[in-house]
């Protein structure tokens, strides 16, 4: 395979610091208008630079010929199907850009005094409200940047929480199901992790959970948990579940990388959790940027709330005949304190909040249970066929938005890993699931196709996976050595990671 | 049916079918009946996108954004001028949906630009690493305390208080998880009091934090403050303002261990505070302890250059709760904003424009300072931002100028209540001379109109050392 190379192949990669020639240059910069005065007699001349830093030296052309062309060896969104578990590929309204983008939105300056940027806080209150409703939860911080930013938000509000009642809790259960984030925000914020294991259902295994209550006295903080979890099923239990944590004393936290699956459906804060964070860059459209910017906002209770991150935005009734004004509130004494710089990432707020007033109510709801429609039916065209005995689900009963199968019928009849099937997919033109998570199911292949996707791209979806499974039947090496069609084929990741070569050698 | 859904109810019904079911309803019956919400969400219908358009417009016109007011303002987030290219590549769909480079046969794009940006990251700070991106400053300030603790294994901060309060405040919050103790270390003359600073350090101490130019505008001398870290083993953490790059010496040069900062400067807009990015910078020793993705470069199976992300065996996804931080957004858009600002700039530019706000900001220093009711606040060396004392309240001074179209600068009341007649002045290459001449005027008028009140003010607090008294 592979006896000549597209155009893409044979160009070499060459970064902009190769490109670099002494003398050339894009900006302009104003002249100084000052008196200028010798440097050194402004600051002392050991805390200057004796160099310059070695940036590229080229012309304004050929730095937007050099990224335009790097752009084209990247696969994204606008141009095909990104069915990537767990991460909510959904179309990205351009509105959105352009309303983030006017002036007093872009060039707002994040310590304008609050009297000067009432619009800005509106829109911040309007939104705080949007997602307070959709959660089920009466407050909200929008301050996290991620969702593990608001994870471990969450992990230092129950702390927090329980240091106010005199108590210092060590333990965090999750699922062995979760997110990596969420062991990890864990750590961070000073807890251990303990896992829960999953039931026949996909859910959460009762028994594993009442012993590990018993098993650790007045010392559970939290429950952490997605709902729909990462295998795409709904915890029919959580009320129990919910139950059970209450009364030995935790906080149920709810990652909500899955709320694209519920949204007007059934909320959080109904299901018995007192945080929630929400990834705007996932249910509500944010673009992923090729990884960041996203926001992480987190809706919680009210015996939560005294514990929120500092400033809050805050509603203020009018008085002397003046409506009702917007505030930054800094005076929480009890609060975490900042999570960060300023007020959070407003830019994503505005696209965010864009797009809940672009669906409304009636077209979230709609939204989610377009989600629901297109997974089950994607997953049923994938149950016929070479993928229903190659490619088995891993928990077989309706699923949410997205679901998980399992390769692991494919590896031992055809040979083929789930890596050699998500390779031969770029060869299709499609952006393969999330490869081997979660790491509960063998092999694992996990797919959200969003609700912004029509009949026909999952129909061809399907169909690329059934040819890919007919051609490995014959040559099973196709798919073992695919990509054949992509700028670079298979890369050694080993070798990044063994000796990293982390930045380009200069001179 | 929304406009971002193409499921026609014929769609929907060969789907239903197709799946076995009547209608969505049975899907939905997985969630037990009581946690159906069962209502409409209570939040308006959806709106056509000329109506969202003109509502959000509405939104940001009650906004004094930096097109309708001159903007003096900084404190870690700067009035640039950023490039037209900028907007035009980060709009590329290509750059702007996808998600993070999991799969590097198609993503070379993103996974050379953020190579590209670790470079030039690695240039300015002149340390050998850089991740991919954090998410902004302060939280990256507060990863490096992290780094510090795991590196050092003690749990005492020792940080000056000329390090931006936002990120004095995330690293108190983050430490509180970490189980960290935070000591402050004051001000002398504008500049950390180095031997405060000595006295503060010892054997227990994971890292000392300074920040050059400082909150105050300040140019710090690192490498001598920095001698107190290395004597006793800890490590020295520098937070910096990457415009001030060109000029200052690197933290790299300094002896820092970790570099941190708030990107915004570079190729990204002011947003009302974000989004922006962090970077991180450090020594080949702290490789495998760094926050965030890092890409790395490899080749594929026919020996072509290629990029992927590499050590992602200290990442979550890989080693969950032993993972060296939570973190996965590279916030590679606003990184690829800088990259391309700053080969825009290029070598020389990028020196010429840190000159250029050295200049002016002296030019500006002096104006000001000269100006009735002003004193500079420090006399210490600055590069692109000073503080002055205000002989009148500053909000009020704030809001007169303000009428006059300029966003004076920032009070340092709040942050700093020793400095409540404190005021920190930004200068970028939008400020021109005409500019700052006029908010000379603009802040003499007001502390006159101000000034002989200030005492008498019933709601100013209490009265200031060094006051009109």
């Known amino acids: 395979m592979a006896l000549t190379q597209t155009p893409m192949q044979a160009e070499k990669a060459q970064t902009i610091f190769e490109k670099s020639k002494s003398g050339r240059r894009a900006a302009t910069l104003p002249a100084a208008e000052v008196p200028e005065q010798p440097l050194t007699e402004l600051i002392p001349d050991n805390l200057l630079r004796p160099e310059p830093p070695r940036l590229p030296e080229i012309a304004e052309p050929e730095i937007v010929r050099h990224y335009n062309r790097l752009s084209r060896r990247n696969f994204d969104l606008d141009s095909g199907f990104y069915p990537l578990g767990s991460c909510t590929m959904k179309h990205n309204p351009r509105l959105n850009e352009r309303v983030a983008a006017l002036p007093g939105h872009a060039r707002l300056h994040p310590a304008q005094d609050p009297k000067r940027a009432q619009g800005a806080l509106e829109l911040m209150w309007l939104l705080q409200e949007s997602l307070s409703e959709i959660c089920g939860l009466p407050h909200v911080s929008l301050q996290p940047s991620a969702g593990s930013h608001g994870e471990l938000a969450g992990l230092l509000l129950t702390r927090a929480y329980h240091a106010d009642r005199g108590e210092e809790r060590k333990k965090v259960l999750a699922p062995d199901t979760s997110h990596g984030t969420n062991p990890a925000s864990v750590t961070m914020a000073g807890f251990e992790v303990v896992k829960v294991a999953t039931n026949e259902r996909g859910g959460v295994e009762m028994d594993d959970l009442r012993a590990k209550l018993a098993e650790n006295p007045d010392d559970v903080a939290c429950l952490m948990l997605t709902n729909p979890n990462t295998l795409g099923v709904f915890d029919e239990n959580i009320a129990e579940i919910a139950a059970l944590i209450h009364e030995a004393g935790g906080t149920l936290y709810y990652d909500g990388a899955n709320l694209n699956a519920v949204m007007g459906h059934s909320r959080p804060g109904d299901m018995g959790f007192d945080i929630v964070h929400v990834n705007l860059h996932k249910s509500f459209s944010q673009p992923h940027g090729g990884g960041g910017p996203g926001a992480g906002p987190i809706a919680v209770s009210n015996r939560i709330e005294p514990f929120l991150p500092r400033p809050q935005v805050v509603r203020r009734e009018g008085s002397n005949g003046h409506g009702p004004g917007f505030d930054l509130d800094f005076d929480r004494p009890k609060s975490i304190g900042r999570l960060r710089g300023f007020q959070g990432n407003f830019g994503v707020f505005v696209r965010s909040y864009a797009y809940i007033l672009s669906l409304g109510g009636d077209g979230l709801t709609e939204a989610s249970e377009t989600a629901v429609l297109n997974a089950n039916y994607l997953k049923a065209r994938l149950a016929e066929g070479r993928a229903g005995e190659r490619l088995p689900i891993a928990f077989d009963r309706h699923c949410m938005h997205e679901f998980v199968l399992s390769g692991k019928p494919m590896k031992r009849d055809l040979g083929l890993a789930t890596l050699d099937l998500a390779k031969r997919l770029l060869d299709f033109g499609f952006h393969p699931p999330t490869v081997y998570f979660p790491l509960l199911v063998e092999e694992a292949l996990m797919v959200e196709p969003t609700e912004t996707e029509g009949k026909e791209t999952l129909d061809a979806f399907a169909d690329a996976v059934e040819a890919i499974l007919a051609e490995a039947e014959g040559d099973p090496e196709l798919a073992k050595n695919a990509p054949y069609t992509t700028p670079v084929r298979r890369l050694d990741e080993v070798r990044a990671t063994r000796r990293p070569v982390v930045r380009q050698q200069l001179d | ?469």
């Open chain 2, 1 to 469: 049916m929304t406009r971002y859904t193409s499921a026609t109810p014929d769609d929907r019904r060969e789907m239903l079918d197709a799946i076995g079911v009547s209608s969505t309803t049975e899907l939905f019956e997985q969630i037990p009946e009581p946690l159906r919400l069962g209502r409409p969400l209570a939040l308006p219908d959806g709106m056509g996108e000329a109506e969202v358009y003109e509502r959000l417009a509405g939104l940001a016109a009650r906004n004094a954004d930096a097109e309708e007011q001159v903007c003096f303002v900084g404190a870690g987030m700067y009035d640039h001028y950023v490039p037209a290219i900028v907007d035009a590549i980060t709009s590329r769909s290509e750059f702007l949906t996808p998600y993070t480079p999991y799969q590097p046969e198609i993503s070379q794009g993103g996974l050379q630009v953020m190579f590209e940006f670790q470079t030039a990251m690695s240039e300015l700070t002149g340390l050998p690493v850089s991740s991919a991106g954090l998410y902004e400053g302060p939280s990256a300030l507060a990863s490096a305390g992290y780094l510090a603790m795991g590196a050092t294994k003690r749990k005492r901060f020792v940080v000056s208080r000329g390090v931006h309060p936002h990120s004095r405040e995330t690293l108190a919050t983050y430490s509180v998880g970490y189980g960290a103790e935070v000591v402050e270390v004051g001000l002398e003359g504008g500049l950390t009091d180095a031997a405060a600073l000595a006295a503060a350090v010892d054997g227990e101490t994971a890292a000392v934090f300074l920040q050059s130019p400082n909150f105050l505008g300040a140019v710090e001398d690192v490498e001598a403050l920095g001698a107190a870290a290395k004597e006793h083993g800890a490590l020295l953490i520098v937070a910096c303002d990457p415009m001030t790059l060109g000029i200052l010496k690197s933290p790299g040069e300094c002896g820092a261990d970790i570099a941190v900062g708030e990107g915004q400067p570079l190729g990204n807009r002011l947003d009302f505070g974000g989004p922006s990015f962090g970077f991180f910078c450090a020594t080949e020793e702290q490789i495998r302890r760094m926050p965030g993705r890092i890409a790395g470069e490899t080749e594929d199976v026919d020996g072509r250059r290629g990029f992927v992300l590499a050590l992602q065996t200290r990442e979550q996804h890989i080693r969950r709760e032993k993972a060296t931080n939570n973190i996965c957004t590279a916030q590679a858009l606003n990184a690829l904003g800088a990259m391309i600002h700053l080969a825009w700039l290029g070598r020389e530019g990028f020196r010429e424009l840190g000159e250029l706000l050295v200049q002016r900001t002296a030019y500006a220093r002096q104006r000001l300072g000269a100006v009735d009711g002003v004193t500079l606040l420090h006399e210490a060396p600055v590069a692109r931002e000073f503080a002055l004392r205000l002989d009148a309240p500053v909000g009020k001074v704030l809001d007169r100028v303000a009428e006059r179209g300029i966003a004076a600068g920032y009070p340092l009341g709040r942050e700093y209540p020793e400095f409540e007649d404190g005021l920190l002045v930004a200068i970028t290459e939008r400020r021109t001379k005409a500019q700052i001449d006029e908010l000379a005027e603009a802040l003499g008028a007001a502390i006159a109109a101000e000034g002989g009140a200030f005492l008498s003010d019933s709601e100013s607090k209490a009265p200031l050392a060094g006051g009109a008294a």
